[in-house]
Structures are given as structure tokens and as C-alpha cells.
């Protein structure tokens, strides 16, 4: 590629078409026909950022569908998330490739109920924290009707990504995340 048509944009956002299969080609495992991409800027160092969401059992508490995440091994974790109409799915993703403190790359495991993948990066930016891309390829269940079907139940990852960032930013500027729903914690105190 020249650098004429090099794209200085997040990978998601280019209006290439052969964006998708660039990113599928640079990330091992990348699995999934659908792609989307967000960023977000977090007023934390990179470090910091990187790892919060390495620990991938924090980021159950931040994802809005993510029902739980257990964490396996070094590489390995169990995704249970929820779906429309009450369902959940749930696969076993690995990390495939990291850079300490820049970039978390996964693949759910074969025979996944959804197939994915993504890359997470970490870019440090002067006096303003880190900007955190998240990018991930997927394909939904049902195909185009499951994706329709899932906007419309606010469950489509394009749509959570934007959301779940937020609230990263959120948790690690702030410590907590704003809601207007009363949380578990609320519900035990007014029990009490």
C-alpha cells in the first residue's frame, strides 16, 4: 500500500473496502464478517488503562451485556453475554498476540456461538491520557435478521462497544459508573 492510500483513522472507520480483510489478515485468528470500531479517551496513563481491561475479569462490571467472564488461564477466558429475548451466549476466547501496555489481540475459540474477534490498543497522548480503539470482527447469530434483531434490543456490539467504553472512561476517571438504574448494591441496602 502506498502511502497515499495509507488511512491514519482507526481501521473500523476507514471507507476502504477491503478495511475488514486488512484487519483480518494483520490480527492472528481474526474471525468475523461484520467489523466495528470505537475510540475513546481516558484521562489515565496507558499502563494504567492496560491493565484494567488485561484483567479480564474487571471488565464484567463494566460491560453492560457481559454477564460474566471467567478467566481461564494467561490466555484463555470464558464469555457468557447476554442476547436478545433473555438468551445469552457464551464462548471461550484467546489472547493471541500482546503488547504489554500498546495492544490485547483475541479469537474466540473454534466452535464459538459467536465468532469473533479484536484487538484492543492503548495509545498514550500527551497531557490528555490514553486513546483506547477498540475493533472487533464478528458474525452475528442469524446473520443480517439476528443483527437487525439485535439493534433493535440495543444487544448489537457496534452499539455496546460505544456504550462499554464510555463507561470505561467513566469507572477509570471517576471510580464508579453513572446509571440511571438502581444496581445490586442500591437493592441490598434498601433491604437492609
Do not use: C
Request: charged share 30%.
Amino acid at each position: 500500500m502506498s502511502d497515499q492510500q495509507r488511512d491514519d483513522g482507526p481501521t473500523a472507520s476507514s471507507r476502504r473496502s477491503d478495511a475488514p480483510d486488512e484487519l483480518r489478515e494483520t490480527m492472528a485468528g481474526g474471525e468475523g464478517s461484520t467489523m466495528s470500531g470505537r475510540s475513546v479517551t481516558i484521562n489515565r496513563p496507558a499502563d494504567e488503562v492496560f491493565a484494567f481491561f488485561r484483567d479480564f475479569s474487571n471488565l464484567a462490571g463494566i460491560m453492560e451485556n457481559v454477564e460474566r467472564i471467567d478467566v481461564l488461564d494467561d490466555t484463555r477466558s470464558h464469555w457468557v453475554v447476554k442476547a436478545p429475548a433473555g438468551r445469552t451466549v457464551e464462548w471461550d476466547s484467546t489472547v493471541t498476540r500482546e503488547e504489554k501496555g500498546r495492544l490485547i489481540e483475541w479469537a474466540a475459540d473454534e466452535g464459538a456461538s459467536v465468532a469473533n474477534s479484536g484487538r484492543v490498543e492503548f495509545q498514550p497522548v500527551e497531557g490528555r491520557g490514553t486513546v483506547v480503539t477498540l475493533t472487533t470482527l464478528y458474525d452475528p447469530p442469524g446473520g443480517v435478521v439476528g443483527k437487525v434483531i439485535a439493534k433493535m434490543f440495543q444487544r448489537e456490539p457496534a452499539i455496546q462497544a460505544r456504550r462499554d467504553l464510555n463507561r470505561l472512561k467513566q469507572f477509570l476517571e471517576t471510580g464508579e459508573v453513572a446509571t440511571a438504574a438502581v444496581n445490586r448494591e442500591q437493592h441490598e441496602r434498601e433491604d437492609a
